[in-house]
């Protein structure tokens, strides 16, 4: 079974500039959640979504957005870049089925900000 | 709201030795899961713990759950270089879905 895989693995953008990125999930799995890990924040929640639904969502502001489609596949969108959203984004899928919510990391993809 | 911290955050051993990292956390979690993460890798996981009591063996590492006291720990047992990495313990409710709470990381090296 194919792992979780997560595209583009590098970015570089410049402030102000928008950013999305994109996660395929474990096969059959629904769930899919999405982190950021900075050297002084550590690991935070995103937001996770759950057959096409956000069914919770971190404290980060509105620029940092997400969707994901009926194949489960998710995307993240972040606008209007700072340099403080330079981090490594982990996308985490789950299947969430038969109380199942351990979740499996996908490679991330390292955005830097400049 | 659940929080989960875990000491030391810097662990610098000797290769041989035993050693234990502890994760404590604020409030009741469902699932508590270890894992491992090497420079500029992603997450992979440890174990994962369910219920009071739970212990989880693999090689030289050992983790336990104690949901009275809200402590987990993990225990390493005579050390090799290759454990060298950053060890994270989260916290899952259930009500949150699939949502990981994450201690700040202890970041482990063996030294020969």
């Known amino acids: 079974k194919a792992g979780v895989t997560q595209t583009p693995r590098y970015l570089i953008k410049t402030r102000g500039q928008q950013v999305t990125l994109s996660c395929s999930p474990i096969s059959g799995h629904r769930s899919v959640s999405w982190y950021q890990q900075t050297p002084g924040q550590g690991l935070q929640f995103l937001f996770e979504y759950f057959s096409e639904t956000q069914r919770n969502k971190g404290n980060f502001p509105g620029r940092f957005s997400g969707r994901q489609f009926s194949n489960s596949r998710s995307e993240m969108n972040v606008s209007t870049l700072e340099l403080g959203d330079s981090a490594l984004y982990l996308c985490?899928?789950?299947?969430?089925?038969?109380?199942?919510?351990?979740?499996?990391f996908g490679p991330g993809t390292r955005l830097t900000v400049t | 709201e659940l929080k989960v911290e875990q000491n030391p955050l810097f662990l610098s051993m000797q290769e041989g030795k035993n050693y234990t990292i502890y994760c404590n956390y604020s409030t009741t979690s469902d699932r508590l899961y270890w894992y491992r993460q090497d420079p500029g890798k992603s997450l992979e996981s440890l174990f994962v713990?369910?219920?009071?009591?739970a212990v989880k063996q693999e090689g030289r590492l050992m983790a336990s759950l104690d949901t009275k006291a809200r402590l987990s720990t993990l225990h390493i047992t005579a050390a090799v270089h290759d454990l060298s990495a950053t060890y994270f313990c989260?916290?899952?409710?259930?009500?949150?879905?699939?949502?990981?709470?994450f201690g700040e990381g202890t970041q482990l090296t063996v030294n020969p």
């Open positions: 713990l369910l219920s009071n009591g």
């Open positions: 989260a916290g899952q409710v259930g009500t949150s879905g699939s949502r990981l709470t």
């Open positions: 985490a899928s789950a299947s969430s089925g038969s109380g199942s919510h351990e979740q499996y």
